[in-house]
């Protein structure tokens, strides 16, 4: 079955702390993958994605994300958190036979001072 | 400006009762879906449609519908079938399958 695994449902780290944020999907082939950020209130917003080519790929607000096919994973990451980064991301798949894309259940990402 | 827009921003549904979700957009996208948002659980995908006439279930279709009758409009029914229909509901469109969502403001569904 197709799916997509965020184990940690909240996180929280202190600011100038690096971060890492795990997803891991489920699909027998090579997916679409993205990361979105959501703040209260607010609409989704992408922060990454990858299709091909290099596996670290960057994205806005200086996050990355690292594309692992032997274990399925697209983790975010980012080497120094602000205090405006807490939110809760979401990461999806897209690509599943046609245009289908389903999302994890997201992380809560909780900054401390 | 192009996006997406959803309508009511608040809904309330009574027992028995069918209510209908409003998403239109004018990116010009062939792809659309629709999204039911519960805290702990992500984004579920109720319907998705690729083209104009055609749809598709996601993961939990029971109890809703759809219809895809123009490229820019793409409205959900929620029926009196789906018994827990109080949520947040995102309507998405896509250009391609590769490129990412465009998201509404979404509509919050209770239950009188």
């Known amino acids: 079955a197709q799916s997509v695994t965020q184990p940690d449902i909240h996180i929280t780290v202190s600011e100038g702390a690096s971060l890492e944020l795990r997803c891991n999907y489920s699909y027998g082939a090579t997916p679409y993958l993205f990361w979105y950020v959501q703040s209260p209130g607010q609409g989704l917003q992408l922060l990454l994605k990858?299709?091909?080519?290099?596996?670290l790929v960057q994205g806005i607000k200086g996050f990355e994300a690292e594309f692992k096919r032997s274990q399925s994973s697209f983790n975010l990451r980012k080497p120094s958190v602000h205090w405006s980064d807490a939110a809760e991301y979401f990461c999806a798949v897209g690509g599943l036979g046609g245009f289908k894309t389903i999302f994890g259940a997201g992380t809560r990402l909780f900054v401390k001072a | 400006d192009g996006g997406i827009t959803q309508s009511p921003k608040y809904l309330f549904r009574k027992e028995g009762q069918n209510v209908t979700l409003s998403c239109e957009q004018n990116?010009?996208?062939?792809?659309m879906y629709w999204y039911r948002q519960d805290p702990g659980q992500g984004l579920r995908l109720i319907y998705y449609?690729?083209?104009?006439?055609?749809?598709q279930k996601g993961d939990i279709a029971e109890g809703y519908s759809v219809s895809r009758e123009k490229k820019e409009s793409f409205p959900l029914t929620v029926t009196s079938a789906q018994k827990n229909p109080t949520a947040f509901y995102l309507c998405a469109s896509s250009m391609s399958a590769r490129e990412k969502l465009f998201f509404g403001s979404g509509t919050q569904l209770s239950v009188l």
């Open positions: 449609s690729q083209i104009v006439n055609d749809f």
């Open positions: 990116l010009n996208h062939d792809a």
């Open positions: 990858y299709f091909s080519g290099d596996t």
